[in-house]
């Protein structure tokens, strides 16, 4: 009991002790004068004023140089003029019927206003850096004047030469004058960069509009939003655009969509050309790698003593299409965003390489799975230019969804039957299989009773995966 009433004491004493040094602390910061920084501006020697007077007059002139309107500056004054009210425009004209508009073609707007986006941002460091010059300039002549100014006040009592003052004051206003021109050169930039500012304003709430009616879309996987496929006058009747369906046959609008999309991307390509180039030159490199490879390997040829010599020897023995197939998966993260049209070319270059390449490396049967899985991406290609409410559109629909289904039946049969040439897929084969199968069942049932956006997404999700999945496969 003595033991903890002592401790308690100490306990009590040491707490009051750390309290009052506490406040004692806090009293002496609070009464604790503020000390205030300040900056003597260094003066000129009176022995060499005539040799600073020399080397400002060279810095003023390079000064002036650095202040003549930049070209690149000029260039986006100008092109802000006619972009402006072009991208207003734009932004009305999409932003009234974004509604209507289908997945893809959020997406290619999306693309389309990233690459806005992307150029502005380029013309934003330019005119960023600038505006960091000027005012580094800016500073640079104030502290000079400052200082040439001291100068002349510290003269005044030491000499009364008239000569002096007189080269001083000059200095001084030469000095004023490029702080004058410099101000007006920056109040030019700002005007610029805040026109530039309220542009990409702009186009960020377009693309903010773009995701919002993407989510929207998505909201309406689970409603009906077109009669079942049966009643095809009802079909005909709520079509996006019935004048456009009245006049023009299917394979016109075909054609009319193709030449849209080639236009489109030749205008892609020409932004993105040095990504292109350095796609093509990435996939080349890849292909020299391999071709390497084989000549040494059948320098030293032996006999294949595991699977994975086969299959390498298989890759190897098709350089071009493995390094095609590849080298565009791979590089195809060059591009920050990619318009649908491109997308679809490469995945199709892709899915061709892997219909060859994969059962030279598996089983021969399994090709004929994926050239319908082929067929398949060929045919939603199609679907794509024709009305998305036609009937016909609907058909097609489920046309793909049947044809993977079987693809998937089949391609099961084969892989069971042979399941030594699978040896990586087999959780594949037995779970994910009979889930693409449930989903391509809900996509036919969604389709024929008239909820189309379910069984599209369903179908595209599906068959992307299997894309994917084939070519991650080699």
């Not at 006049?247 to 993105?272: A, E």
């Not at 067929?375 to 794509?384: D, F, N, R, T």
Request: aromatic share 8%.
């Amino acid at each position: 009991m003595r033991n903890s009433s002592i401790f308690r004491l100490l306990f009590s004493f040491l707490f009051v002790i750390s309290i009052a040094y506490t406040s004692y602390s806090q009293e002496t910061e609070e009464t604790k004068p503020v000390e205030t920084e300040v900056v003597e501006v260094k003066t000129i020697a009176l022995n060499d004023i005539s040799t600073e007077t020399e080397k400002l007059g060279q810095r003023i002139r390079k000064l002036r140089d650095i202040l003549k309107p930049i070209v690149k500056a000029e260039e986006i004054d100008s092109l802000l003029h006619t972009v402006y009210s072009t991208i207003n425009t734009q932004r009305d004209s999409l932003l009234t019927g974004i509604s209507e508009l289908s997945q893809r073609d959020l997406q290619g707007a999306i693309v389309e206003w990233s690459n806005y986006k992307s150029e502005l941002k380029d013309y934003q460091s330019t005119i960023d850096s600038r505006i960091k010059v000027l005012n580094s300039l800016n500073d640079e002549v104030v502290g000079e004047i400052s200082r040439w100014q001291t100068t002349k006040e510290k003269l005044v009592e030491n000499t009364e030469s008239i000569d002096l003052f007189t080269n001083l004051d000059t200095m001084i206003f030469r000095l004023q004058d490029m702080v004058q021109v410099t101000l007006v050169r920056l109040d030019s930039i700002l005007i610029i960069q805040k026109r530039l500012t309220e542009t990409v304003l702009t186009i960020n709430e377009v693309i903010s509009e773009i995701n919002r009616a993407e989510v929207q879309l998505q909201k309406d996987y689970f409603v009906f939003d077109s009669p079942a496929i049966w009643n095809f006058g009802k079909i005909n009747l709520i079509s996006q655009d019935i004048a456009r369906a009245d006049t023009l046959s299917s394979s016109t609008l075909i054609i009319s969509g193709v030449g849209d999309d080639f236009v489109q991307l030749g205008d892609f390509l020409s932004k993105n050309m040095q990504r292109a180039i350095m796609q093509v030159v990435f996939v080349l490199l890849l292909l020299s790698l391999l071709f390497v490879v084989k000549r040494k390997w059948q320098k030293g040829e032996s006999e294949l003593v595991n699977s994975l010599e086969k299959e390498a020897k298989i890759v190897i023995s098709n350089s071009i299409v493995a390094s095609i197939a590849v080298g565009i998966l791979v590089s195809s993260t060059f591009y920050e965003v990619m318009i649908p049209v491109f997308s679809d070319v490469l995945i199709l270059i892709i899915l061709s390489c892997t219909a060859y390449l994969l059962p030279k490396l598996s089983h021969p049967k399994i090709s004929r799975s994926l050239l319908i899985v082929l067929l398949v991406y060929v045919l939603k290609s199609i679907e794509i230019y024709i009305d998305p409410e036609s009937i016909l559109a609907r058909v097609i629909l489920l046309i793909n969804a049947s044809l993977l289904s079987y693809a998937f039946i089949i391609g099961k049969r084969i892989m069971n039957s042979n399941k030594v040439n699978f040896p990586k897929i087999s959780t594949f084969r037995k779970y994910i299989v009979p889930f693409y199968l449930v989903f391509m069942f809900v996509a036919i049932i969604a389709n024929i009773i008239g909820m189309v956006n379910l069984a599209r997404y369903l179908t595209s999700a599906v068959l992307t995966s299997v894309a994917l999945g084939a070519v991650v496969y080699l």
